[in-house]
């Protein structure tokens, strides 16, 4: 498999920036940049979960090319594809059940960024192993794109859209937000949503055919394309991350592809240094390391004192709390990178 340090790179930041947006030191005080768009809009939070879904894409591309042009054994390549998005799915079931054991009120949640992970790894995986063609593939984007917003039916208001409809139908109070009081679902990684992110994913296979191949002018040009279609699309079907809207995926894809030609050009190219690949390298294992340190800290109720006397207390009067909560949100992926470094000068790898 070839290896690019810069997409380790983007993937490591792409992962710290999860980790500072998703473990905030108070939820009432956030900088508004912090913070996902409330529904319709795009943040720079947002860009966080489309930018690792393109690099898993890239990734798969770097990975099954050589063993398909050396004719590797393709129903062998499907079945290793398929368990490994199994397991990521598994984990991410794992750490919903840690969270709803430790945190008391925590319901049980069957979605999330894992289990999108998962599903999008194991059928994009399985549509690059057994249709290589990129004008089929392209088609195919095309295909899920168009149908998705034809499916909605320009119909995206909250808890009216076929997406919430289809939550609350199939996920019920498994979903992330429920309201009982109406019996409407609502789930961010929910269920008919993972299919314009499949879109997100098969596009980075395809800058990953780029990246492969050397055509940095073709990926720069694809951003830009990208971007200007779904900016317009946004116009008819506005950008949405809740519901992953086709203009969405076309926005953040273009932009994840020109941050990707600059980190090539620049660390690749120009030898800079790969700052965040020890998070890239070991990405799962810092996303679910945090995910239990954080449960782990409300779950035997220390999270609240410790921010108030390290963080909260210390700073009051000096800085505003939306500052202090970001502290909090730094010393904890400052922790994570610490780790992670010693991981990787150590050669320790952690693989799902």
Known sequence: MARFSSIDALRGITVAAMLLVNNAGDWDHV??????????GCNPADFIFPF???????SLNL????????????PQL?????????????LGLVLHLIACWLIDGRAFRVMGVLQRIGLCFALVGLCHIWIRDARIQWGIIAAILLGYWALLGGVVE???NLVDKIDTLLLGARAYQFDPATGIAHDPEGILSTLPA??????????????????????IIGGIVSISLGGVWSLNFPLNKQLWSSSFVLWTAGFGMLAISLMHYLIDQ??????????????????????????LLYG????????????????TGSVSPEFASLMFSCAFTGIFALLLKCMEQRGLRIVI
């Open 158 to 160: 909250p808890r009216f």
């Open 63 to 74: 990975a099954l090319a050589s063993k398909l042009d050396a004719g590797s054994n393709r």
């Open 300 to 315: 035997t109720g220390a999270f609240q004192p410790l921010y108030t006397h390290l963080f909260a207390q210390p700073l």
């Open 198 to 219: 499949l879109a997100t994913v098969l596009l980075g296979v395809r800058v990953g055919e780029w990246l492969r191949t050397g055509q940095l002018q073709k990926m």
């Open 31 to 40: 900088y508004p940049w912090m913070e996902h768009a409330a529904w319709n």
């Open 270 to 295: 120009k030898n800079w240094p790969a700052l965040g690949k020890s998070f890239g390298i070991n990405a799962i294992a810092a996303y679910a390391g945090s995910w239990i340190g954080i449960c």
């Open 78 to 90: 499907s079945k290793s594809v398929v368990f490994r998005g199994a397991r990521i799915v598994l």
């Open 52 to 58: 690792f879904l393109l690099i898993v894409g890239v």
